[in-house]
T-cell receptor, first 110, second 118 residues
Framework: RKEVEQDPGPFNVPEGATVAFNCTYS??????FFWYRQDCRKEPKLLMS???SGNEDGRFTAQLNRASQYISLLIRDSKLSDSATYLC???????????FGRGTSLIVHP | GAVVSQHPSRVICKSGTSVKIECRSL??????MFWYRQFPKQSLMLMAT?????????EQGVEKDKFLINHASLTLSTLTVTSAHPEDSSFYIC??????????????FGPGTRLTVT
C-alpha cells in the first residue's frame, strides 16, 4: 500500500456544487495532517491543518478519521477560483518528516 | 507572516554547469527546511531535509554529491545542483517550518525555482 493515496481526478463540478476529496495514509503513527492548494506552476499553499475533532474555515471543512486512516476535505458552494490541485500531507516520526499525496485536481466550471 | 522566498525563480543553464538556489525564511526562524522536486503533473518529491548547523538528510535515491545542501543560518538554506544535466530540469521548491510555530508542524513554501538545463 502506498504511503498516501489520493484520487488524481479531475473532479469537474459546476459553480455552487459541494465536492469532497479523501486522502488515505498508511502510517498509523502519523500525527499531523494538512491540506494544501497548488495552482498550476506555483508552489503549494497551506489551506488548512486537520485536527482530530474536525475543523472548518468558511466553505472548507476538514476531517480526520484515524480508525480508517484518512482525511477529507469538503468544499461547499464551489467557486471558479477553487479550481486547483489539492494536496494532502501528513507528518510523522520524531522529526515530523512530511509526506505528500500526488494531489486531486478540481475544476469548477460556470 | 510566514513568508519564504526563493531565488532565482527561473534559471536556464547549460549542461555540466552548477546552479545554486537560495531559500530564505523572511519573518521567522526555521531550524528545518525541506527541498522538493516536482515534475509536471507529478507529486512533490522530498529530496532532503535541511537542519541548521548540521548535515542534510537525503531521501533514498537522491545523490548528496550532486545536490549539495547548506543550511548555515536559521533563515537561509541553499541547494546547489552540480554538473546539471537535462534530466535535472524540474521545479525545485523549498519549504520551512516556523521554529516558534503552533506545534502543528505546518510548512510554508517558497515560490519555487524552475530549472531548465539545455
Amino acid at each position: 500500500r502506498k504511503e498516501v493515496e489520493q484520487d488524481p481526478g479531475p473532479f469537474n463540478v459546476p459553480e455552487g456544487a459541494t465536492v469532497a476529496f479523501n486522502c488515505t495514509y498508511s502510517n498509523s503513527a502519523s500525527q499531523s495532517f494538512f491540506w494544501y492548494r497548488q495552482d498550476c506552476r506555483k508552489e503549494p499553499k497551506l489551506l488548512m491543518s486537520v485536527y482530530s475533532s474536525g475543523n472548518e474555515d468558511g466553505r472548507f471543512t476538514a476531517q480526520l478519521n484515524r480508525a480508517s486512516q484518512y482525511i477529507s476535505l469538503l468544499i461547499r458552494d464551489s467557486k471558479l477560483s477553487d479550481s486547483a490541485t489539492y494536496l494532502c500531507s501528513f507528518a510523522s516520526g520524531g522529526s515530523y518528516i512530511p509526506t505528500f499525496g500526488r494531489g486531486t485536481s478540481l475544476i469548477v466550471h460556470p | 507572516g510566514a513568508v519564504v522566498s526563493q531565488h532565482p525563480s527561473r534559471v536556464i543553464c547549460k549542461s555540466g554547469t552548477s546552479v545554486k538556489i537560495e531559500c530564505r525564511s523572511l519573518d521567522f526562524q526555521a531550524t528545518t527546511m525541506f527541498w522538493y522536486r516536482q515534475f509536471p503533473k507529478q507529486s512533490l518529491m522530498l529530496m532532503a531535509t535541511s537542519n541548521e548547523g548540521s548535515k542534510a538528510t537525503y531521501e533514498q535515491g537522491v545523490e548528496k554529491d550532486k545536490f549539495l545542501i547548506n543550511h548555515a543560518s536559521l533563515t537561509l538554506s541553499t541547494l546547489t545542483v552540480t554538473s546539471a544535466h537535462p534530466e535535472d530540469s524540474s521545479f525545485y521548491i523549498c519549504s520551512a517550518r516556523d521554529l516558534a510555530g503552533t506545534g502543528t508542524h505546518e510548512q510554508y513554501f517558497g515560490p519555487g525555482t524552475r530549472l531548465t538545463v539545455t
